[in-house]
C-alpha cells in the first residue's frame, strides 16, 4: 500500500502557497543583494560576470492531453543557475504565474543556499505554468510526466535533481522518478527529491525546515545573551514550515503567542498550545475560527510587540511599508524572499537580528541532500542520525555567517550571500574558467 500517493487533489495544490514577486522585480531583487556581497568581496569582474548569469535556461512546450480529449500546450521552464559545485538543486513549481524571471531569481538563490550551507549543491528552479487547482489528478500526472521528459537530458542524479515546491509535493515526485527511471530503464531513486519515503524519501524531510529555523533561531538568541525560556515567538503561516517551528520552538520553551494561515492571524499573550492548534487546523483545514484567541489580521502579526517573529508563509511581506513598524528582535526568514530589498536598511536602522532566508530555511535541501546520498549509498539513515547531522550543519553554519558579519561589520544577509557567493567563487577559480 502506498498512501502517499493516494492522497485527494486538495493535498496536492496550495494555491497561494507563495506569491508572485509583485513588488520587485525577483531576478532584481537578487542581484541587488548579489551586487553587495559581491563589492565586498572585491569579486574580480570575471567571476562577477559568471555569477550573474544564469549557466542554462531551457523553456519547452509541453503538449497534454486533458480528460475531455484536447490537447493542451504548457509552457515548462527549468533554469540550472549555476552548478559549480556539484548537481543542481531546487524545486520545481506548477502556478499560473511562473515567470522567467522568477525561476532564474529562484535557481540563483538555490546556488546561494546550498553553498551557505556547504552542501555539494549548485542551484536550480523549474517550472510550469499551469493552473493546478482547475486540473484533475490525471491531467496533473500526464502534465508532470510530458514535462519530466522534455527536460531529461538536464535531470540525473549527477546533474540536476528537482525537489517539491509551491503546488507540487511528494506524489508529483513519485510520477517524475518514475517517469525518469522508465526513460532510463532502470530505477532511480536519487533523481528527485522529496519523494514518499517508501520509495526512497528522507526521514525528517517534512519537519527539515521548520526545525532549521528553530535552531538557527535558538543560535541567535544565545548569540544576543536572549533566554530561549523567556522568548516570544509570532509566526505568519501555520503550514509545513510555520506548524513545524511553532512546535519546535514551543517544545524548546518559547512562549508561541500568534500564528497565522490565509484566514487571518489567532493572538494569545499567554500562549497559544500549538499541538491543539495544529489537531484544529488538520480537522478544518484554516485557523478560521480557532476558539483559543484574539483574531487579527496578518498585518498586524507582523508588528506585534515580540522577541522572534517568523514570517513563514509568502514573500515580500516585510516592504518598507510595514519595517519600521516591526518590534521584533530577530526574524527568522522560514519563507522565501519575505523581505524586499529595499526593507533590508530599514531593519538595520532598528537594530533588527535578520536570519536571511537563504540560511534560515536551509534546513529542507539540507535534509534533501541527505536523501540523496541515501539514494546512492542505497542505505537508510534513521530520523535521530537525520536530526543530528542537520543540527551540526544550520549551527556551523549560522556560526560562520555569524563570524563573517562580525569580521565585515555587516548584517547577517550580506555575510551569508558573502560566504556562498566566495564559496561559488573560490569553486570557479579552482576549476578555470572554460571560455
Ligand atoms: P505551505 O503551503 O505548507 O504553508 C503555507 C502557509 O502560509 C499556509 O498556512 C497558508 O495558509 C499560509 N498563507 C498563505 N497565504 C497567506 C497570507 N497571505 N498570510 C498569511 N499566511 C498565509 O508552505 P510551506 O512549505 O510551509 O512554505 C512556506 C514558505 O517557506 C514558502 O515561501 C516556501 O517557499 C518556503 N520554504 C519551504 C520549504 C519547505 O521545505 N517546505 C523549504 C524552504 C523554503
Redesign the pocket.
Known amino acids: 500500500m502506498v498512501p502517499q500517493l493516494l492522497l485527494p487533489t486538495d493535498s496536492i495544490v496550495?494555491p497561494?502557497?507563495?506569491l508572485f514577486l509583485h513588488e520587485e522585480n525577483p531576478f532584481e531583487a537578487m542581484m541587488s543583494r548579489f551586487d553587495r556581497a559581491a563589492e565586498l568581496l572585491d569579486l574580480e569582474p570575471v567571476i562577477y560576470n559568471v555569477l550573474g548569469h544564469p549557466e542554462k535556461q531551457i523553456i519547452t512546450s509541453v503538449p497534454v492531453m486533458m480528460d475531455n480529449g484536447d490537447i493542451e500546450v504548457f509552457t515548462g521552464i527549468r533554469v540550472l543557475y549555476n552548478t559549480s559545485r556539484g548537481p543542481a538543486k531546487g524545486g520545481i513549481r506548477f502556478d499560473k504565474n511562473v515567470t522567467l524571471d522568477e525561476v532564474t531569481a529562484l535557481a540563483a538563490w538555490m546556488t546561494w543556499k546550498c553553498a551557505v550551507v556547504n552542501i555539494p549543491f549548485g542551484g536550480a528552479k523549474g517550472g510550469v505554468i499551469c493552473d493546478p487547482l482547475q486540473m484533475s489528478v490525471g491531467e496533473l500526472e500526464r502534465l508532470t510526466r510530458r514535462y519530466t521528459a522534455s527536460i531529461i537530458q538536464t535531470l540525473g542524479p549527477d546533474s540536476d535533481v528537482p525537489a517539491p515546491?509551491?503546488n507540487t509535493n511528494e506524489r508529483v515526485m513519485a510520477w517524475i522518478m518514475d517517469t525518469y527511471s522508465m526513460h532510463m530503464r532502470h530505477t532511480v531513486t536519487a533523481v528527485v527529491t522529496g519523494k514518499p519515503i517508501e520509495m526512497g524519501g528522507s526521514q525528517g524531510r517534512r519537519e527539515?525546515?521548520g526545525r532549521g529555523c528553530t535552531i538557527v533561531t535558538k543560535a541567535a538568541l544565545a548569540h544576543l545573551g536572549m533566554a530561549v525560556k523567556a522568548t516570544t515567538v509570532a509566526i505568519?503561516?501555520?503550514?509545513?514550515?510555520?506548524s513545524v517551528a511553532a512546535q519546535l520552538l514551543q517544545r524548546e520553551g518559547c512562549r508561541v503567542v500568534a500564528i497565522?494561515?490565509?484566514t487571518g492571524a489567532v493572538y494569545n499573550p499567554k500562549g497559544i498550545d500549538i499541538d491543539d492548534a495544529i489537531a484544529w487546523v488538520q480537522g478544518r483545514k484554516?485557523l478560521d475560527a480557532y476558539p483559543r484567541g484574539d483574531h487579527i489580521t496578518?498585518d498586524a502579526l507582523l508588528t506585534l510587540d515580540v522577541d522572534v517573529l517568523v514570517p513563514?508563509?509568502?514573500?515580500n511581506v516585510i516592504t518598507t511599508k510595514n519595517a519600521a513598524h516591526i518590534r521584533a528582535k530577530i526574524i527568522c526568514e522560514?519563507?522565501?524572499g519575505p523581505t524586499t530589498a529595499a526593507a533590508d536598511p530599514v531593519l538595520d536602522e532598528k537594530g533588527i537580528f535578520v536570519i536571511p532566508d537563504i540560511l534560515a530555511?536551509a534546513g529542507?535541501v539540507t535534509v534533501s541532500y541527505f536523501e540523496w546520498v541515501q539514494d546512492r549509498e542505497g542505505y537508510f539513515w534513521t530520523e535521530q542520525r537525520v536530526n543530528e547531522a542537520l543540527h551540526e550543519i544550520m549551527e556551523r553554519s549560522f556560526a560562520a555567517v555569524l563570524e563573517l558579519s562580525r569580521q565585515h561589520k555587516v548584517n547577517m544577509r550580506t555575510a551569508a550571500y558573502m560566504l556562498a557567493i566566495s564559496r561559488v567563487a573560490t569553486v570557479h577559480r579552482l576549476r578555470g574558467i572554460y571560455a
Open positions: 496550495h497561494d502557497k507563495d515546491d509551491v527539515a525546515t505568519q503561516g501555520f503550514g509545513n514550515v510555520g497565522s494561515d490565509r484554516t496578518n513563514a508563509a509568502l514573500e522560514g519563507a522565501n530555511n529542507g
